[in-house]
């Protein structure tokens, strides 16, 4: 298991919600490594329960006593990287497989996909699934190359960044809640009983 620097991104810093600053520290995390890399698997905890449960993994991380609160209740979530997710498994299965111990406050995903915009959705082929269906976006000349990082947290809260290929600046990262429902209602059922 890895962990993510201390250091939160220009743009984390400032995050309406803990969860929002979570998946945008994520982000730019997962940008450090460039593009074209396999998707990533987090845990998210509560960085004051760490403090006090693991000191000295806390220490470890550089999670310092005095970093000020984060959100509601002086909430933060420090993102831990788990291990990689299984070659050649669906994310959706590998996610069926998943169950959190009660100290997990939330999770996360990044990864990279490609994507049209809506326009194009309406010129899709009936009756493509599967590869056939990749194929066709990826030769779609409207396509555009995304780095999704979702967080979920157990109460249910979600929250979304998206990274463009062609605009791969922390300044250009769209975030909100509802950007990919279906994959955060995916990690979203890693939580339930």
């Avoid at 070659?87 to 100290?103: I, Y």
Wanted: glycine residues 10%; charged residues 20%; proline residues 8%.
């Amino acid at each position: 298991m890895s962990n993510l620097p201390t250091g939160a991104p220009d743009g984390a810093a400032f995050a309406a919600s803990p969860l929002t600053r979570a998946v945008l520290e994520i982000d730019e995390y997962a940008a450090g490594f460039g593009w074209d890399q396999p998707a990533r698997f987090f845990a998210l905890v509560d960085t004051a329960q760490l403090r006090a449960q693991e000191p000295g993994l806390a220490a470890q991380l550089g999670l310092e006593e005095q970093q000020p609160a984060g959100g509601p209740g002086g909430v933060t979530y420090t993102p831990i990287e788990q291990d990689q997710l299984p070659a050649g498994q669906e994310l959706d299965e590998f996610l069926a497989t998943v169950a959190w111990p009660e100290a997990v406050g939330g999770c996360a995903v990044t990864l990279e996909r490609l994507m049209l915009p809506p326009s194009a959705e309406a010129a899709l082929p009936e009756g493509l699934g599967g590869s056939e269906l990749a194929d066709w976006v990826a030769k779609h000349p409207e396509r555009q190359e995304v780095r999704m990082t979702v967080g979920v947290l157990r109460d249910g809260a979600q929250e979304c960044a998206i990274r463009l290929r062609e605009k791969d600046t922390a300044t250009e990262v769209l975030t909100g809640p509802e950007l990919v429902p279906g994959l955060a209602q995916a990690l979203a059922a890693t939580f339930a009983d």
